[in-house]
């Protein structure tokens, strides 16, 4: 289709360009992100997500989980089901950022910073956050663990 000087309906070429202006210069709205919004709806997604893991959909699972965690980051088991799914994915970078958020929604949840400090040093390789997790972990169980004693004691030789 050749272009003409009225443009594509016959308007003016001045009138176009004052219509695409007027558009352009319009605010466009983009709907909000549902996150922290819905705990009840979290709930759901939540089970969704544990009815499909324990009927070995891990797709459906992680696809459940993801839906939960961002209508409601507090949800500290959630956040770790996901994790851990993740992560038997190969998909360590993300698994540990999820984790991070779940520990800033969730600062006294061992188990978070017990998978991150697994994931940081085994799969990550950042011995200096996988430490500092143990640490914390060590902080928030009431009980010695000597396996965990152990790997601090590792770390701290190998980051000196």
């Known amino acids: 289709m050749a272009c003409n000087s009225t443009g594509k309906a016959g308007l003016p070429l001045a009138a176009l360009l004052v219509l695409l202006v007027g558009c352009a210069a319009q605010e466009v709205r983009q709907p909000e992100k549902l996150i922290g919004k819905d705990p009840e709806l979290a709930a759901s997604y939540e089970q969704e997500g544990r009815v499909a893991f324990e009927e070995g959909r891990k797709g459906a699972a992680v696809d459940a989980w993801q839906k939960a965690v961002e209508l409601d980051p507090t949800r500290a088991v959630?956040?770790?089901?996901?994790?851990?799914?993740?992560?038997?994915?190969?998909?360590?970078?993300?698994?540990?950022?999820?984790?991070?958020?779940?520990?800033?929604?969730?600062?006294?949840?061992?188990?978070?910073?017990?998978?991150?400090?697994?994931?940081?040093?085994?799969?990550?390789?950042?011995?200096?956050?996988?430490?500092?997790?143990?640490?914390?972990?060590?902080?928030?169980?009431?009980?010695?663990d000597q396996q965990v004693a152990g790997w601090v004691a590792d770390l701290e030789r190998r980051l000196r």
Request: proline letters at 1%; glycine letters at 2%.
């Open 78 to 144: 959630t956040v770790n089901n996901l994790a851990l799914v993740l992560k038997d994915q190969h998909r360590f970078a993300q698994a540990a950022r999820l984790l991070e958020l779940g520990i800033s929604h969730s600062p006294d949840v061992a188990e978070l910073h017990f998978n991150l400090a697994v994931i940081a040093e085994l799969y990550l390789l950042d011995l200096q956050t996988a430490l500092e997790h143990y640490n914390r972990y060590r902080q928030l169980t009431d009980k010695e």
